[in-house]
């Protein structure tokens, strides 16, 4: 974990090693501009400390994350917009520290674009899974 740190870029903006344009920030979390930016006003909302995936993130921390995405899209005055948050590379996550992204989506053509593979299923598969997930939290 360490050595992951040492060398993590959202680890160095924390620590203010690296630049960005800082929107809010508070005792566990950072808010910044994504510098490759979908749309206008996509912003980066990060836990101040160090995990890759959301199950490596205390509660507490998690806990501080939204409600300033949410600020985040009223002060950019999205009306349509998209919170993401990608886990593993297979799964788009492109830098190994959590990030959430808040996304204005303006127009067809500008913020996330989205493939939705909805797969058939059946009401007694879903059932079944359901309580296969339930008894294991
Ligand atoms: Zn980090």
Redesign the pocket.
Known sequence: MAN??AS????KI?KGEIPCFRLAETEKTLAFLDINPLSQGHALVIPKV??EKLTDIPDDHLTDILPIAKKLALATGAHEYNILQNNGRGAHQEV??VHFHMIPKPNPQEGLGISWPQQKTDMDKLKALAEEIKSKM
Do not use: A, P, S, V
């Open positions: 992951k740190m993590c870029i959202f680890c924390i160090h995990g190994g520290h």
